[in-house]
């Protein structure tokens, strides 16, 4: 299964590689773009449990990475809900 990183920046302009072990991440995200930060967690929390369920459908159990992942992206994002309209910028897919 092809794993890939993709690359963000926060809204206080962090930048971070996350990790994705599909690459179903790009059927959600597009390099290039600025989501609101709600609609980049909730396109990220769609793809990394496709993702992880493609894993447990392989190997029989849930990819814990994925789901790590989200946890980052999450308790990241919880930093920015208090800014008026925060943004998150997709900006490499590596694989």
Do not use: H
């Not at 990183?5 to 600025?34: H, M, N």
């Amino acid at each position: 299964m092809p794993e890939m990183q993709f690359q963000v920046r926060w809204p206080d302009g962090t930048e971070a590689s996350c990790y994705s072990p599909s690459l179903v991440i790009k059927d959600y995200l597009t390099v290039g773009e600025t989501y609101t930060l709600n609609d980049f967690l909730d396109k990220s929390r769609t793809a990394l449990n496709i993702a992880s369920d493609r894993v447990r459908a392989k190997y029989g159990f849930p990819c814990g990475r994925a789901m790590g992942q989200l946890q980052v992206l999450e308790s990241t994002a919880a930093q920015y809900q208090g800014l008026a309209n925060p943004t998150v910028d997709v900006l490499a897919f590596v694989e």
